[in-house]
């Protein structure tokens, strides 16, 4: 084959990987549904056991894949168990100190962000932007009385914003 072909190729490969931005894991933006099932199926044990900080674990689950139009706009994640109010501010207090360890910088919190019973319920608790601004992570925490979870949202950061702004 002609080295014009293979460096050709080479970029039209390059640039289509450029273009998939990575929400989580495996998991990227518009991607296929059905592939995006299928790779949930297939990593499944890894999947069911995420850490985002000490002592907590959360679970990719099929109702975790938000599609639209058939593509995977974004990716929930939550707190594998039940947890107690105690346990779902500590899974918060964690979250935080894992995100900013990677990088994340938080571009809202609420006052209340790390206790369950003072966040208002209309607003988003708290996110964070990745540093190469590509992806969104929300970290929201829902329950009542004795029993509460802690959701893990990753959205693509441009589609975001353009949803935000009713652009989408």
Known sequence: MNIKYL????FVF???GAAQTILFDEFYFEMPLS???KTL????KKLTNI?????????????SLVNEDGVLISINLWSK????????????????IYFESKNYKTVYAQENWSKPLLVKKNL???????????VLVEVDPR??????NIFVTYYNYDWFLKKARGEK
């Open 7 to 10: 460096l050709i190729l080479f």
């Open 81 to 96: 168990n039940n947890l107690t109010l105690q346990k779902a501010e500590k899974y918060l207090l964690e979250s935080r």
């Open 14 to 16: 390059l640039f289509e």
């Open 143 to 148: 329950g009542q009385g004795s029993i509460y």
């Open 35 to 37: 592939e995006a099932k």
């Open 51 to 63: 850490s985002f900080g000490p002592k907590t674990v959360y679970a990719v689950r099929k109702k």
């Open 41 to 44: 199926k297939k990593n499944q």
């Open 124 to 134: 988003p608790c708290i996110r964070f932007i990745d540093p190469e601004r590509q």
